[in-house]
């Protein structure tokens, strides 16, 4: 089998050339190639072509394949679907605002956290992505698209602190000065709350953003609608996220979907503000995006306006998403495993405790 190059932080990178007999200084000539985009060792020019041909024989650069790209007619927001090696596929979203352009990346094939209103899960979880796949959706969308990405949301299909590992050597990669040189602080991470990962990124990435859905002013709530809260209850979560806070100084941004009837009434946004109360935060409302299966409804923009109001009232600075994309069903939650994919997904328990 072949090695994988685009799968490698550049330390990984020179330890392989130093295998292979080679300089270590040529890893930092290949890993800069790659970031370029290129599709094959024949265009990195700098190489003697003795060891582009050595390379071929031994190593790679798995690329993705765009079997698709749908374009939004009302924002000009696109969403890629992505053929991997193994016939898997995934999605991500390319939009554009007034600051930059930013990547919706998937960091894993399907998710098994379940969470009832999110079309990701719904099919369970096929496998984790290598860092090179993730970072492998960026290279892909910028040659299509022909624009540069400058905002990485990690925030498409799968839970990324359920594949902690790999989204951390992303996260290195593409902010690598020969990598794709991506500020930490343009980089979000979006979780379910997994707290000791939580814990985990505050150590490791204290630049980066943080995300945490929360949806739920309870655990009673929540429970009913994200299955991961059985795992970890509403209190340590919130702990967690304050630590976070304290430890990076950076605010925190709590996700809370709107959904008709069961998390939208008033009472709740000020249950919510009172635990949120002394937390360096900010909440963004989500009116929750139609998945074709479900019978939940998003709530009506009055009662987000409502919502919003009561929280700012009580001192919590909240927002409404703006989401792009929806006409191609590219907004949050409405990215999906694939149904044209032929793998089955897996069914085992996960560490977190979900069975699905
Ligand atoms: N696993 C990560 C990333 C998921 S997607 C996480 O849970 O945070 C990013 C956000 O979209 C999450 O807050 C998720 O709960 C939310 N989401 C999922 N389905 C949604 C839907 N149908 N409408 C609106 N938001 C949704």
Same mark, same amino acid.
């Given at each position: 089998?072949?090695?994988?190059?685009?799968?490698?932080e550049?330390?990984?990178?020179? $330890?392989?050339?130093?295998?292979?007999?080679?300089?270590? @200084?040529?890893?930092?000539?290949?890993?800069?190639?790659? @970031?370029?985009?290129?599709? &094959?060792?024949?265009?990195?020019?700098?190489? %003697?072509?003795?060891?582009?041909?050595?390379?071929?024989?031994?190593?790679?650069?798995?690329?993705?394949?765009?079997?698709?790209?749908?374009?939004?007619?009302?924002?000009?927001?696109?969403? @890629?679907?992505?053929?991997?090696?193994?016939?898997?596929?995934?999605?991500?979203?390319?939009?554009?605002?007034?600051?930059?352009?930013? /990547?919706?990346i998937?960091s894993?094939?399907?998710?098994?956290?379940?969470?009832?209103?999110?079309?990701?899960?719904?099919?369970?979880?096929?496998?984790?992505?290598?860092a090179?796949?993730m970072a492998?959706?960026i290279?892909? =969308?910028?040659?299509?698209?022909?624009?540069?990405?400058?905002?990485i949301?990690v925030?498409?299909?799968?839970?990324p602190?359920?594949n902690y590992e790999n989204v951390s050597a992303f996260m290195r990669i593409v902010n690598h000065?020969?990598g794709l040189?991506i500020g930490m602080r343009n980089i979000t991470v979006?979780?379910?709350?997994?707290?000791?990962? /939580?814990?985990?990124f505050? +150590?490791d990435f204290?630049q980066a953003n943080?995300? =945490?859905?929360?949806?739920?002013?309870?655990?009673?709530?929540?429970?009913? /609608?994200?299955?991961?809260?059985?795992?970890? %209850?509403?209190?340590?979560?919130?702990?967690?996220?304050?630590? @976070?806070?304290?430890?990076?100084?950076?605010?925190?941004?709590?996700?809370?979907?709107?959904?008709?009837?069961?998390?939208?009434?008033?009472?709740?946004?000020?249950?919510?503000?009172?635990?949120?109360?002394?937390?360096?935060?900010?909440? +963004?409302?989500? %009116?929750?995006?139609?998945?074709?299966?479900?019978?939940?409804?998003?709530?009506?923009?009055?009662?987000? =306006?409502?919502?919003?109001?009561?929280?700012?009232?009580?001192?919590?600075?909240?927002?409404?998403?703006?989401?792009?994309?929806?006409?191609? $069903?590219?907004?949050?939650?409405?990215?999906?495993?694939?149904?044209?994919? &032929?793998? &089955?997904?897996? &069914?085992?328990?996960?560490?977190?405790? /979900?069975?699905?």
């Open positions: 089998m072949k090695t994988n190059l685009g799968a490698m550049l330390s990984e990178l020179e $330890e392989y050339f130093e295998s292979i007999g080679e300089k270590k @200084y040529r890893a930092r000539q290949v890993f800069q190639w790659i @970031y370029r985009g290129i599709d &094959s060792f024949d265009e990195m020019s700098d190489i %003697p072509a003795t060891l582009r041909e050595k390379l071929k024989e031994s190593a790679e650069i798995s690329a993705l394949k765009v079997l698709d790209c749908k374009i939004s007619q009302t924002d000009g927001t696109r969403k @890629y679907l992505f053929e991997l090696p193994d016939g898997n596929m995934i999605e991500s979203v390319f939009m554009k605002y007034k600051f930059g352009n930013s /990547i919706c998937s894993q094939a399907g998710c098994r956290m379940g969470c009832v209103f999110c079309a990701s899960g719904k099919n369970g979880l096929s496998r984790n992505l290598s090179g796949e492998g959706q290279l892909e =969308v910028q040659k299509n698209a022909q624009e540069k990405i400058n905002h949301v925030m498409g299909t799968g839970e602190f359920d000065e020969h040189n979006s979780t379910c709350g997994i707290v000791p990962r /939580i814990k985990s505050a +150590n204290p943080l995300a =945490v859905s929360l949806h739920a002013p309870n655990d009673a709530m929540r429970k009913k /609608i994200m299955p991961i809260a059985n795992k970890y %209850p509403y209190d340590e979560l919130i702990s967690a996220c304050k630590a @976070y806070t304290e430890k990076t100084g950076r605010r925190i941004t709590f996700e809370y979907t709107l959904i008709a009837g069961q998390n939208d009434d008033g009472q709740y946004a000020d249950e919510l503000a009172a635990k949120l109360q002394d937390i360096l935060c900010h909440v +963004n409302l989500i %009116p929750m995006n139609p998945v074709s299966e479900l019978s939940l409804a998003p709530s009506a923009r009055e009662k987000a =306006v409502q919502f919003m109001k009561r929280l700012r009232k009580k001192g919590i600075a909240t927002t409404i998403r703006r989401e792009l994309g929806q006409d191609i $069903e590219a907004a949050c939650g409405q990215l999906r495993l694939s149904k044209f994919s &032929s793998l &089955s997904p897996c &069914s085992t328990q996960c560490e977190h405790g /979900i069975i699905r």
